[in-house]
C-alpha cells in the first residue's frame, strides 16, 4: 500500500497541496502532522511507522517533509526499511525500493545537508559583518 505523509511546521499553514499531490500518487492512507520538522516527536508520524507493514512504500511530496536533519532522515528511512517498507519522495523522484534508488536517496540526503549547513555559515558570516 502506498501510505502518505505530509507536514507543515504551523497551524497557519495548510496541508492541502501536499494531500493532493499524495492523493493523485496513489495513497491509500494518508498521515499529516502540523508541528516543525525539526521534532523527532510528531505523533502522525509515529502512528505511522507503528503501523507500516512489509511492502508499504511511505511516500512524501519532499523529502524535508519527512525530516530537516540528514541524520534524522537517514533515522526515519531506515525505521521504516526494518518494517519491509520503502521510502519515496515525489519532488525529487526517488523510490528506496530499488538499489539506484537507495543509492540516489543518500546521495541527495547529503547534498540537501550540505547546503543547509552552507546557508547557516553565509548567515553567520553576514551576522558577523
Not at 520503502?86 to 526517488?94: P, V, W
Amino acid at each position: 500500500m502506498i501510505i502518505g505523509y505530509a507536514r507543515v511546521s504551523t497551524d497557519d499553514q495548510s496541508l492541502d497541496a501536499q494531500i493532493d499531490a499524495l492523493t493523485a500518487a496513489g495513497a491509500g492512507k494518508l498521515f499529516a502532522d502540523k508541528i516543525s520538522g525539526s521534532k523527532r516527536e510528531r505523533p502522525e508520524l509515529d502512528r505511522m511507522l507503528d503501523q507500516l507493514r512489509d511492502r508499504d512504500v511511505v511516500t512524501v511530496t519532499k523529502y524535508d517533509r519527512l525530516a530537516r536533519s540528514l541524520k534524522d532522515l537517514l533515522e526515519i528511512v531506515e525505521m521504516i526499511r526494518e518494517h519491509g517498507a520503502g521510502f519515496r519522495s515525489l519532488a525529487e523522484d526517488i523510490d528506496t525500493t530499488t538499489p539506484a534508488g537507495e543509492l540516489i536517496f543518500h546521495v541527495f540526503a547529503s547534498i540537501a545537508h550540505f547546503e543547509r549547513r552552507r546557508i547557516a555559515e553565509r548567515t553567520l558570516e553576514g551576522t558577523v559583518a
